[in-house]
């Protein structure tokens, strides 16, 4: 007898079907592909531990550029690690990053998946190839990836920043309205040709009217179904508004470049998100 599927199971394999049910019928992008860092066996990400105690400067260049009046005299390192990388900004380009420690089963990979911060971190052998492509405004930044008991300073922090907003061709994009997150059922293209962002967000504003923006159930979210992007040189991108897409995407030069080269740590993905 086979056993049992477990609900939750059940559940992912139901969001599954729908979801290529849904966007799997037109053709694939032949110059975009989504990118994502493969998740392990036994963990998500390849870092156990990001150590941050372990940077020479992070404290004092905290104190000396980003310290308020506010702050208590104790600010956990962390913290101060999160305020300076946050979205839209560079730090120091002499910051040091500390070392992160990587599960005991992961594989020293050219991207290392699991630090947060907005960034990647890559071999030097991947920037080099990265900073000739357009990955938009970035900083490198000083970090060590230990791996069982052996640290390598063969990698840097990526931080980099690049948004397809701009290039959004709304009138030619399509959208869909829903409810909930398993509510696939509730799912329906929207008729609208938008022109821009705003005026998806003045369709948000009427079809939630009167509903509690935590009322899960009942909110209605817009979310793109396909973008069409207007002629651009984009390699490495993702999309800052909430009305368009979370995932990252690369140009398809990119793409044939990482394979020729056998980059590891990536997941290159066919898509229909973004043409």
């Known amino acids: 007898m086979d056993k049992p599927v477990h609900i939750l199971d059940q559940i992912a394999i139901q969001w599954k079907n729908e979801e290529e049910r849904f966007f799997l019928d037109t053709e694939f992008s032949e110059n975009y592909i989504k990118v994502e860092m493969p998740i392990g066996k036994?963990?998500?990400?390849?870092?156990?531990?990001?150590?941050?105690?372990?940077?020479?400067?992070?404290?004092?260049?905290?104190?000396?550029?980003y310290r308020t009046e506010e702050d208590d005299d104790f600010v956990p390192l962390m913290n101060m690690y999160n305020r300076m990388m946050r979205k839209g900004a560079f730090p120091s380009a002499e910051l040091d990053l500390g070392v992160v420690k990587l599960y005991a089963e992961a594989k020293l990979t050219d991207v290392v998946n699991g630090v947060e911060g907005g960034g990647w971190i890559v071999s030097k052998r991947l920037f080099e190839i990265l900073k000739n492509f357009n990955i938009g405004d970035y900083q490198v930044y000083k970090i060590a990836v230990q791996s069982k008991k052996v640290v390598s300073e063969d990698y840097v922090y990526l931080h980099f920043i690049n948004y397809a907003d701009d290039y959004v061709n709304y009138p030619l994009s399509v959208f869909y309205k829903g409810k909930g997150y398993f509510d696939f059922a509730a799912r329906a293209i929207l008729p609208e040709s938008f022109q821009s962002s705003e005026e998806i967000q003045a369709v948000s504003n009427r079809l939630n009217e009167g509903v509690s923006w935590s009322d899960f159930r009942e909110n209605v979210t817009i979310q793109s179904k396909?973008?069409?992007?207007?002629?651009?040189?984009?390699?490495l991108f993702a999309f800052k508004n909430y009305f368009l897409c979370r995932e990252q995407f690369i140009s398809a030069r990119l793409a044939q470049t990482l394979l020729d080269e056998k980059i590891?740590?990536?997941?290159?993905?066919?898509?229909?998100?973004?043409k």
Do not use: R
């Not at 963990?43 to 550029?65: G, P, R, T």
């Not at 590891?264 to 973004?274: A, N, R």
């Open 226 to 235: 396909q973008i069409v992007l207007n002629p651009n040189e984009l390699d």
């Open 42 to 65: 036994k963990h998500a990400w390849q870092v156990d531990y990001h150590d941050i105690s372990k940077s020479a400067n992070l404290e004092s260049i905290f104190n000396d550029h």
């Open 264 to 274: 590891t740590g990536l997941e290159f993905i066919k898509t229909t998100k973004v």
